[in-house]
């Protein structure tokens, strides 16, 4: 049995609270929260359970690993003294709040052989595993385009921006249906209520492979909103995470550009020309509409699959889904568009240079083991 401490009583540390309670494979034996108040009155009716207010008491109890769940400047050093100490480490999104002390987490981890891994929940939803596969099963063709909505009202954050708090569930799902990361970014962002934060952010991501992504985040939206949808050569899907059991809507539609040649109108060929002698102007398009497939999306909750997984990887010793290098991928990712937003939306680079000072990030990690990963 693994032995959990749980750090934070805040909004995440009560759901990871209630689900390292029902849990079979691991057991919460201690909770720690700088607030008396807030733990005593989170902890009421679990008195078996070690409640402290010192984060270094709970490392020296009887704990094999720790999860995190509290503002995001505090996660890297919590971390940090948590692996020193030997213990395994999730930590709820974002992971840090720069790439550096990303890069320093993964290094600390792989040398005490340690399980480090990030609160990525949405890799964990079910709805997100089929849309995995059916890109990687061909049944939308290529990938052309990507939008996603995450809108809610509130929870307005003092200590970090729409973009740190919204978009790292987007840029994890990206990163799981794309895999690849994108070489360049910008975003544009709005100060509604707090002049020193964005509390709404328009991000747009391009991919190497020419898939384009746009995401819009917002704080002060009347309804709640989480909607993505993907656009591909053959087929259409919509993910709203909000549709519980038909959660995945699959569009037999597509778009298909027709060319005139010198014997007349012929349909493009796979390379982009036409199948007539030699390419000619694109002249119309032909419109596919097809049929509305709702796949059944069985019922299983991601934190709960989230936390299983994280027990699962600290006995077997593998490499998680969300571990330290997703978990950097997005850092870098915000990074660049936070230098994007504060340039008043000027796309942002993500290849290094070899004048510009950064480390190709496989190059940061490679001291990590090749693992073979379980999506």
Known sequence: MVNIGLVGCGYWGKKYLRVLGDLSEGRLTAVCDADPVLLEKTLAGKPRLLATTSYDDLLSSN?????????????????????????????EKPFTVTSKESVELIRLAAEQQLTLMVGATFLY?????????????????????????????????PDVDVLWDL????????????DSEPVAVG??????VNPRISEVAYADLLFGNDVYAHLHLS????QKVRRLTVVGSERMVIYDDLAGNEAIRLYDRRVS????????????SSNGRSNGNGAAPMQQFNYH????????????????????????????????????LHGLQVVRILE????????????????????????PLMVSVNILPEVAIEH
């Open 167 to 178: 978009a790292p569930h987007d840029l994890s799902i990206l990163l799981y249906l794309l």
């Open 336 to 359: 660049a568009l936070t230098r994007s937003l504060e340039q008043g939306g000027a796309m942002e680079c993500l290849t290094p240079t070899k004048d510009d000072g950064r480390e």
């Open 289 to 324: 509409l097809g049929d509305v497939r709702l796949p059944y999306v069985k019922d299983a909750e991601p934190l709960h699959e989230e936390v299983s997984h994280f027990v699962c990887s600290i006995r077997n010793g593998a490499r998680p889904l969300s571990d330290g």
């Open 63 to 91: 704990i094999d690993a720790v999860v995190i769940a509290t503002p995001a400047v505090t996660h890297f050093p919590l971390a940090r003294k948590a692996l020193e100490q030997g213990k395994h480490v999730l930590v």
């Open 257 to 268: 550009p027709v060319y005139e040649n010198g014997n007349g109108n012929g349909h493009a």
């Open 219 to 222: 704080w002060l939206e009347p």
């Open 125 to 157: 939803s079910q709805p997100v595993r089929m849309l995995k596969q059916l890109i990687t099963a061909g049944d939308l063709g290529q990938v052309l385009y990507v939008h996603s909505s995450r809108l809610n009202f509130g929870l307005l954050r």
């Open 187 to 192: 975003t544009r962002g709005v100060s509604c």
